[in-house]
């Protein structure tokens, strides 16, 4: 996927994918190092419908709050850009 549109696909295929395609984004921040991609990949994983599921998210980065808000904040920046 290319760079300026990685992280609004990557949140779409969580928030539509379910579990298995939260299982495989966090399996791909599990394996990244370079911080930029694990940022990435971190609030596309904010993205999942299953409040349960979040609160595993790792918290040595962030809090699930933080992850919710900028994930919101990502969203509402992308639509103002289209408009």
Do not use: W
Not at 53 to 78: F, Q
Request: hydrophobic share 35%.
């Amino acid at each position: 996927v290319a760079a300026p549109l990685r992280s609004r696909v990557y949140c779409y295929g969580v928030k539509e994918g379910g579990d298995e395609a939260f299982d495989k984004v966090m399996g791909l921040y599990s394996a990244e190092n370079i911080q930029l991609e694990k940022d990435i990949l971190l609030r596309a994983l904010g993205c999942h419908r299953d409040i349960t599921a979040l609160k595993g998210l790792p918290s040595e980065h962030t809090s699930v709050e933080k992850v919710i808000r900028d994930c919101s904040t990502g969203i509402r920046s992308e639509q103002q850009i289209d408009q």
